[in-house]
């Protein structure tokens, strides 16, 4: 059983930093996809950044030279580094993780994802 464990979410300042962390575990597949999504009220889901199993990444263009999606396979965490967050950075946050039959980080953003975590709310006001 796969299970996804987000933290790190809260209240900032336009301007400033947070880091999520997703704890992963129950899954031993090799090749594999991870990614973070965020959900704003009345919004639809989009995808933020995604990683696969070689290191590979990708950015919503929303994101791009902002956002840092890195992952430390000896602790089985997934982080999203945010720096310079905006208003509209504000969202449920959601990390989000499977198996990959293709690779790259292109594929891994795009993907669908059969595993998902609880979410954590990131808000940032100006």
């Known amino acids: 059983q796969v299970q996804l464990v987000e933290s790190g979410g809260g209240s900032v300042q336009s301007g400033g930093s947070l880091r999520l962390s997703c704890a992963a575990s129950?899954?031993?597949?090799?090749?594999?996809?991870m990614g973070w999504f965020r959900q704003a009220r009345g919004k639809e889901r989009e995808g933020v950044a995604a990683i696969d199993s070689d290191g590979r990444t990708s950015y919503a263009d929303s994101v791009k030279g902002r956002f840092t999606i890195s992952q430390d396979n000896a602790k089985n965490t997934l982080y999203l580094q945010m720096n310079s967050l905006k208003p509209e950075d504000t969202a449920m946050y959601y990390c989000a993780a499977d198996r990959a039959y293709y690779s790259g980080g292109y594929y891994c953003l795009a993907a669908e994802y059969n595993f998902w975590g609880q979410g954590t709310q990131v808000t940032v006001s100006s």
């Open positions: 129950g899954y031993t597949y090799s090749s594999y996809c």
